[in-house]
């Protein structure tokens, strides 16, 4: 069964400094996709970035980055210099490959809130 | 660019009574997915839709809920006879199409039942 885990449930990070927020997964499909999501207090959901199960290198975009371990089965978000505004609750996802109808659905893990202070 | 859009964003209804909760995805997206948040948990998914078509409801409550998406206008998600228990925030995503990376979601709706 598609599983994941976030073993942090809440996080303190000095601004400036970088956090690694922890996930991991189980699936039993070669072909899949892992997700972060951001939701701050004001309850919107916001995609951060994506990995694919085949992607050679780790995903990055701006200050985030995805620290992926296949054979550990591990897909961990890097933040590097906190800001005061990422403060909020992160959400790793997984999605299993499509082969023609089956669905698209995300599957979420529980969430880890992550406090900046200054 | 208009992102995808939910409403309303509150609602506040007794038990018993029934909730419409609409998502109109973004622009060119033709791909819906219904998640719950339930207090203090993460998203749970609900049902996934394409226009005019289920294609997978497996997480759907077999009674009281039911979703669309009709050729045109957004999508619903309908709750009939709400109970306490149905208080969550309810999320929309939309994607253009099944083989897309990514799900963008809505701001949801925070639905209370009294």
């Known amino acids: 069964a598609q599983k994941i885990t976030q073993t942090q449930p809440g996080m303190f990070v000095q601004e400036k400094e970088a956090v690694t927020l922890d996930c991991t997964y189980d699936?039993?499909?070669?072909?899949?996709?892992l997700f972060w999501y951001k939701q701050p207090s004001s309850g919107e959901m916001i995609f951060l970035i994506y990995?694919?199960?085949?992607?050679?290198q780790n995903a990055t975009e701006g200050r985030y980055s995805l620290n992926f371990q296949k054979a550990r089965k591990s897909a961990n978000l890097v933040i590097s210099a906190s800001q005061l505004g990422d403060s909020a609750m992160y959400f790793c996802a997984m999605r299993e490959a499509n082969y023609g109808g089956a669905t698209n659905k995300l599957i979420f893990g529980t969430g880890t809130l992550l406090a900046v202070q200054p | 660019n208009a992102g995808v859009m939910q409403n309303p964003r509150h609602l506040v209804r007794r038990r018993g009574q029934e909730a419409r909760l609409r998502c109109s995805p973004m622009k060119g997206h033709s791909h819906v997915y219904w998640y719950r948040q339930l207090p203090e948990e993460g998203l749970k998914f609900m049902v996934y839709?394409?226009?005019?078509?289920?294609?997978?409801e497996s997480g759907m409550p077999k009674e009281r809920f039911s979703a669309e998406f009709p050729k045109e206008g957004p999508s619903i998600l309908r709750i009939q006879q709400v109970v306490r228990g149905d208080s969550a925030a309810y999320f929309c995503a939309s994607s253009p199409d099944r083989a897309a990376e990514t799900q963008y979601f809505g701001p949801g709706t925070r639905l209370l039942v009294l």
């Open positions: 839709l394409q226009k005019e078509n289920i294609i997978d």
């Open positions: 699936t039993s499909d070669p072909s899949y996709g």
């Open positions: 990995q694919g199960s085949y992607d050679q």
